[in-house]
């Protein structure tokens, strides 16, 4: 147990002061009742009580001048308690394909609407983090439990260039507590040695000490995306197996993928600076992940779909050593004795001390 004032502990010092005033009132009234009357009619006139009927009440109230002088110097103890664990990264995609409107208005704007039902459908104790992505990632904010933080960067998300789903699910595990010195295997690495961190900046949760991965509280990822996937770090390599790699680095760090598609079955075509584009829809690409890692996909995502997925990955209790100041328990124990001394000494004394 530590202390947030210790100085108050000081005034404990006024204990055996007070105890020592006692006994020196005692001792005084006792000289002066051998002075004005004799030891054989003093024994006639006044009836002592006994010592137990003197001692229990003023004990008591010692005992809770004892805890308030405690209490004031607001103790804190690290008792365990329950709490909620949980934390989810929410990957949006701001590729140009997310203007698509087969979606209205378009993907990218219901994309942030599901987003913003999840953060409002999830439990206040629930952190949630968000990245967006497209041929960089960006993680815009680290798992906290601030929803108008939150809210506000969706509102600000803007589309960008290309996708790539492997840099997003990267960046998004290492977001999560305790993972941010995860080493992606060397397929999904950057490609240049001076590529920067998307994390760098970003403010880390503190986690509890571990030895691997799979002894940290388990993390999730919501990916919502059309499924494309066009930028990867190691075009030797297909589509499928980037995303595959990126699938079994999640699991490998106890994460769980759920992807929430964004489009039409089919595709749709779309007008781009006067010209017609034609933009996949890539739900294959989603279930792969998800399946792989252990998740779920969840198409088409309505509000009761989405409920369910809060549901499941919204509340993770584990039991944490937690500072707490514990001065209320000192306060209200020294009121039960102060209580208590009263009503002995008013009992036995017909006084309160």
């Given at each position: 147990m530590?202390?947030?004032?210790p100085?108050?502990?000081?005034?404990?010092?006024?204990?055996?002061?007070?105890?020592?005033?006692?006994?020196?009132?005692?001792?005084?009234?006792?000289?002066?009742?051998?002075?004005?009357?004799?030891?054989?009619?003093?024994?006639?006139?006044?009836?002592?009580?006994?010592?137990?009927?003197?001692?229990?009440?003023?004990?008591l109230?010692l005992?809770?001048?004892?805890?308030?002088?405690?209490?004031?110097a607001?103790?804190?103890?690290?008792?365990?308690?329950?709490t909620n664990?949980?934390?989810?990264v929410?990957?949006?995609?701001?590729?140009?394909?997310?203007?698509?409107?087969?979606?209205n208005?378009?993907?990218?704007e219901?994309?942030?609407?599901?987003?913003?039902?999840?953060?409002?459908?999830?439990?206040?104790?629930?952190?949630?983090?968000?990245?967006?992505?497209?041929?960089a990632?960006?993680?815009?904010?680290?798992p906290?439990?601030?929803?108008?933080?939150?809210?506000?960067?969706?509102?600000?998300?803007?589309?960008?260039?290309?996708?790539?789903?492997?840099?997003?699910?990267?960046?998004?595990?290492?977001?999560?507590?305790?993972?941010?010195?995860?080493?992606?295997?060397a397929?999904?690495?950057?490609?240049?040695?001076?590529?920067?961190?998307?994390?760098?900046?970003?403010?880390?949760l503190?986690?509890?000490?571990?030895?691997?991965?799979?002894?940290?509280?388990?993390?999730?990822?919501?990916?919502l995306?059309?499924?494309?996937s066009?930028?990867?770090?190691?075009f030797?390599?297909?589509?499928?197996?980037?995303?595959?790699?990126?699938?079994r680095?999640?699991?490998?760090?106890?994460?769980?993928l759920?992807?929430?598609p964004?489009?039409?079955?089919?595709?749709?075509?779309?007008?781009?600076?006067?010209?017609?584009?034609?933009?996949?829809?890539?739900?294959?690409?989603?279930?792969?992940?998800?399946?792989?890692?252990?998740?779920?996909?969840?198409?088409?995502?309505t509000?009761?779909?989405?409920?369910?997925?809060v549901?499941?990955?919204?509340?993770?209790?584990?039991?944490?050593?937690?500072?707490?100041?514990?001065?209320?328990?000192?306060?209200?124990?020294?009121?039960l004795?102060?209580?208590?001394?009263?009503g002995?000494s008013?009992r036995?004394?017909?006084?309160?001390?």
């Open positions: 530590s202390f947030t004032w100085g108050f502990l000081w005034f404990l010092l006024l204990i055996p002061l007070f105890l020592g005033f006692l006994l020196w009132t005692r001792q005084r009234r006792q000289r002066t009742a051998e002075t004005f009357a004799e030891a054989r009619l003093r024994a006639l006139v006044v009836q002592k009580p006994p010592r137990a009927h003197v001692r229990w009440p003023l004990g109230q005992l809770a001048l004892l805890l308030l002088l405690l209490a004031a607001r103790p804190v103890a690290s008792p365990p308690l329950p664990k949980a934390a989810v929410l990957a949006i995609d701001v590729s140009r394909s997310m203007l698509a409107s087969d979606l208005p378009s993907r990218l219901a994309a942030k609407a599901t987003a913003r039902k999840f953060v409002e459908l999830a439990p206040p104790t629930t952190q949630i983090g968000l990245v967006s992505f497209s041929d990632t960006a993680a815009l904010v680290p906290t439990t601030d929803r108008q933080r939150l809210l506000e960067a969706i509102d600000r998300l803007k589309p960008a260039q290309n996708t790539s789903l492997e840099n997003a699910i990267v960046t998004s595990v290492r977001l999560l507590p305790g993972r941010r010195d995860l080493k992606p295997p397929e999904l690495a950057p490609s240049g040695p001076n590529s920067p961190d998307p994390l760098q900046g970003v403010p880390e503190p986690a509890s000490p571990s030895s691997s991965p799979q002894d940290l509280p388990p993390g999730s990822v919501v990916i995306s059309d499924g494309v066009n930028v990867r770090s190691d030797s390599l297909s589509t499928r197996a980037s995303l595959e790699a990126a699938a680095f999640a699991k490998e760090s106890n994460v769980r759920y992807t929430f964004m489009g039409q079955p089919g595709g749709t075509v779309m007008q781009l600076e006067g010209r017609n584009y034609y933009v996949p829809f890539e739900p294959r690409n989603l279930e792969l992940l998800a399946q792989l890692s252990g998740g779920k996909n969840t198409y088409p995502p509000e009761e779909a989405l409920r369910q997925v549901q499941e990955l919204g509340v993770l209790i584990r039991w944490e050593a937690t500072r707490t100041e514990v001065g209320f328990l000192f306060s209200g124990l020294a009121a004795l102060m209580v208590l001394g009263a002995l008013l036995w004394q017909r006084r309160v001390p």
